[in-house]
DNA sequence: CCAAGTGTATTAGAGTACTGATACACGTAT
DNA sequence: ATACGTGTATCAGTACTCTAATACACTTGG
């Protein structure tokens, strides 16, 4: 359900955090919908289920997730369930900053950057 | 001559580490060349001299630089200039990577991602 | 020579991220 | 009631990142 990467650098934790944020905003997560458990996830990934846990208790704070005793964390009713396209795109800002910086640091034509983009897309394609 | 963001979550010494190493590939960065002083990257973007001079060393280790003592440190010699195309390509794969698993999760097209990609593109054209 | 410029070694400390072990509170199915 | 399923609190410890303050060795320009 998430792809968790321990090894890229990124913290496990704000990678479950913006892809929880993602798949809400663009209702592939309605609201109701229960999450894995933070054991399963856990397992999954080989990754400490605190970690996991933290991750859940930071997006209920954000109002994204709800908690209920004893059940599993699910997706809150206010979250919004289909977020538009304009405010879906400006999640990924950061990435695209990162990426075209590092494109026009190896001088790579726009060309080339936008075909590498649509082959990897079309790899991503399951 | 680079640019570093500390609030970015990625640690400023491997934003470093990737910039000088795309400059090197794309021969922005040819051998000879002299690099900004640790003191004076240190002041530009507030930040210890410390955690540049740690990046320089490594990249003295990796043997993309080099060392004159009481010098500043030189693109080294045996660093080649110019990385093939396909080379290049290869080092923002993460960085596609990311990307593409961010905007299927956010369930955009890939219309909208391209268009948003060359739209960043045109904004950092100086 | 001397002052100012290079990079660096050393040591200390703070903050964050993650692991690991343990124990607890609650809901549900049997 | 019992067993198993949720999430969570707590405490300890490791690793990494960055800061900070010194001090040193070297080169260059006056």
Known sequence: MFI?????????????LEQVRRMVASGQLTPGTALPSVRELALQHAVNPMTISKAYAMLETEGLLERHRGKPMTVAGQARAQV??????QQIEPLLDQLVLAARQLQLTDAELVKELR???EASDE
Chains 1, 2 share one sequence.
């Open 119 to 121: 082959k990897k897309w």
């Open 84 to 89: 538009s396209a304009a405010k879906r795109v």
């Open 4 to 16: 968790l990467n321990p090894q890229s650098g990124v913290p496990i934790y704000r990678q479950l």
